[in-house]
């Protein structure tokens, strides 16, 4: 079956930095585009981030854009997002998903991470 495992979250200061990962497992990893969504408390789920199969496209919320950066590495089925002068309204859970086709997307996704929490603060 179909595994997606997300890490890397944690606490954090305003304008710090940190690195998500995440491992997909069951599916050829290389065929799929893959996205990285958030969700912060009484929100609805936001898409941050999108990546096409080669890793040659990307797709960036309007929210992220100059400061998240996603890649993948197809070598090792992971994919990350990493992100810079963080903001206390970044705060969130932080999902991994993967896509059912291999180009870039914000709502085709099938597969889905446990989360990662993420916390900006002073």
């Known amino acids: 079956h179909v595994q997606l495992v997300d890490s890397g979250g944690g606490l954090v200061r305003p304008g710090g930095s940190l690195t998500l990962s995440c491992v997909v497992s069951g599916r050829t990893f290389s065929r799929y585009a893959m996205g990285w969504f958030r969700q912060a408390p009484g929100k609805e789920r936001e898409f941050v981030a999108g990546i096409n199969l080669s890793g040659g496209s990307t797709d960036y919320g309007d929210s992220v854009k100059g400061r998240f950066t996603i890649s993948r590495d197809n070598a090792k089925s992971t994919v990350y997002l990493q992100m810079n002068s963080l903001k206390p309204e970044d705060t969130a859970i932080y999902y991994c998903?993967?896509?059912?086709?291999?180009?870039?997307?914000?709502?085709?996704?099938?597969?889905w991470g446990q989360g990662t929490q993420v916390t900006v603060s002073s």
């Open positions: 998903a993967t896509s059912r086709y291999g180009y870039i997307s914000r709502n085709e996704y099938d597969y």
